[in-house]
């Protein structure tokens, strides 16, 4: 059995996208909760199992950033993984209040808000 990943993508507190990714069976299950394709999580791109990293890597800084290892290192990991690092931040970006959550968390927006501004983002 291969490993399953269940994800949610949301637009401060609009859900927008559910995502359910099966590695071992090589499937990704896809419910959007808009038909405003701005907000969905993939809009028209067709999704397979490589643009998933695609999308968390568009989440979180890159990993050609000039102190990626110094930011690494700030989250205790040793190698790049866009997956591990939008766990850490929630996929937060200075640039909008998307944000998501992960199987296994309880956070809402307002969980999110306060951690965008202990972490100084602007919205």
Request: with cysteine; charged share 35%.
């Amino acid at each position: 059995m291969g490993r399953v990943l269940k994800f949610e993508y949301w637009y401060g507190d609009k859900l927008c996208t559910s995502v359910f990714v099966d590695y071992g069976k090589q499937s990704i299950e896809i419910k959007n909760f808009t038909d405003d394709i701005i907000l969905q999580a993939f809009g028209r791109r067709k999704v397979v199992i490589e643009t998933i990293d695609e999308f968390f890597r568009e989440r979180v800084f890159p990993e050609t950033r000039v102190d990626c290892k110094k930011l690494l290192a700030q989250f205790g990991f040793k190698n790049y993984d866009a997956e591990s690092i939008a766990r850490k931040t929630h996929g937060i970006l200075f640039s909008d209040i998307f944000w998501l959550r992960f199987d296994d968390e309880c956070l809402n927006w307002n969980d999110i808000k306060k951690f965008r501004k202990e972490e100084g983002f602007c919205y």
